[in-house]
């Protein structure tokens, strides 16, 4: 698939003071992320779940939320097929089975045009009790369940390693690292993800304004994120 590049453009706005919910059509807080979704919206709906594990790490989750729900859901049913792969007991098995159900029977949860307050409350409370079972009956712990079903990279092994996709040598510039609404600072299990877990950063909270709207966060990234992730200074 061929992806055509994004220019680069001068932001004239002050740093970290963007906000995205001003635009109808957004995919990234990020301005020039989101440009750059919109700009390939075309190739980026034609995605598979293989070709997008390809695409520069910066860029995944801006492409996934750009992702139609019908991609979204193939998206989350593929993954449970790779980590189904990986090799369970049976009981595990049919554990991964309830989630996989789970999203091949909700199309609507992964529908961002559909009203989400319900849906989302239902998917958290099967999520709850999901993640619970799979820590008290089968030993799992939360870096395993995040790994599963909070971020969507490849799943390597049962101790939750995941594998990311290499920065490419044409790396979008973006304007600010610190523009991007990328984590939740209060997650239901674990660290806030996509911070500490992969890149030694924090997650902090932000101005609401500024997230409004934006997706990308825990369980199959459907929940807003309210956070920028940080490097920890002294690593």
């Known amino acids: 698939m061929k992806i055509k590049l994004l220019s680069i453009f001068i932001v ?11 635009d109808d059509e957004y995919y990234s807080c ?9 700009d390939n919206l075309d190739d980026i709906r034609k995605m598979t779940r293989s070709e997008w594990l ?33 090799g369970w007991s049976d009981m595990e098995a049919e554990h991964l089975k309830k989630a996989y159900n789970f999203f091949n029977n909700n199309l609507d949860f992964f529908d961002d045009d559909i009203p989400s307050e319900q849906i989302l409350k239902e998917a958290d409370i099967f999520f709850y009790k999901w993640s619970e079972f799979a820590k008290d009956r089968l030993g799992w712990n939360d870096n395993l369940i995040s790994s599963m079903y909070m971020e969507g990279y490849k ?31 209060n997650p239901t299990i674990g660290q806030p993800e996509s911070c500490n ?34 490097p920890l200074f002294g690593l």
Not at 30 to 38: F, S, V, Y
Not at 206 to 211: A, E, K, L, R, T
């Open 155 to 185: 799943l390597l092994d049962k101790e939750g390693n995941m594998e990311i996709a290499q920065i490419s040598t044409k790396r979008l510039k973006f304007y600010s690292e610190s523009s991007k609404c990328d984590c939740l600072t």
């Open 197 to 230: 877990k992969n890149n030694n950063k924090q997650c902090m909270g932000v101005q609401v304004s500024i997230c409004k709207g934006k997706k990308g966060c825990s369980w199959a990234w459907q929940t807003d994120c309210d956070g920028r992730c940080y």
């Open 30 to 38: 990020d301005p020039e992320a989101n440009e750059w979704a919109k």
């Open 54 to 86: 390809n695409v520069d790490v910066d860029l995944q989750k801006v492409a996934y939320l750009a992702f139609t729900a019908k991609q979204k859901q193939v998206f989350w049913l593929e993954k449970t097929n790779e980590i189904m792969a990986l």
């Open 12 to 22: 004239l706005c002050g740093f970290g003071l963007f906000s995205c919910s001003g």
